[in-house]
Each structure stands twice: as C-alpha cells, then as structure tokens.
C-alpha cells in the first residue's frame, strides 16, 4: 500500500540542529511523504506518531534513519547503478 511504498523509497536523515538547519526540517522524509501538506515543524512531532505505527503493523525494519554522509552515500551509489544499467540498456 501507500504506507508500504513511502517506507521502502524514502529515509529520514538524523535529526540535529545541523541537519534542521541545513534542511529546514524536510530530514523528515518519511513523514514528509506521508503527510506532504503537514507544515514542516510539525514533522517531528508527527514522527513519534509514524515510528508507533511501524511497529504496530510490523513494518520497523522499513522505517530507516541514516546519517547526512551515509544517506549521500546511497544515494550517489544508486545514481551509479541506475547509469550503468542505463548504459547497458542504449549498449544492448
């Protein structure tokens, strides 16, 4: 479902006043996607909310957090891969 895809294509980054400041509270991803028109300082507290819920339907495993590097890490190691499959593609 809904839940199900936001969980498994996005992530939060750790939450610091570096990361708020630099973000300006859109680290909360998850929740960001959940609930796109809930104002940005209430994604905090709305992410209590959404980490009870995870548990209750089993769904924790999804619920990722990563750091700033960690997070830029996978997602230039994902640009990678989706280029190279993109050039076997126009190759083959």
């Given amino acids: 479902g809904f839940v199900e895809l936001q969980l498994r294509t996005t992530r939060n980054i750790e939450d610091s006043w570096w990361n708020d400041w630099l973000h300006g509270g859109l680290q909360y991803q998850i ?25 209750e339907q089993g769904m924790s495993s999804l ?9 830029l890490k996978v997602v230039i190691q994902d640009l990678h891969r989706l280029s190279m ?3 076997e593609c126009e190759m083959g």
Wanted: proline share 8%.
């Fill in 31 to 55: 929740e960001h996607h959940l609930f796109p028109q809930l104002p940005r300082h209430n994604l905090p507290y709305v992410r209590k909310k959404v980490q009870e819920m995870c548990k």
């Fill in 85 to 87: 499959a993109l050039c």
């Fill in 63 to 71: 619920y990722k957090t990563l750091s700033l590097y960690d997070t």
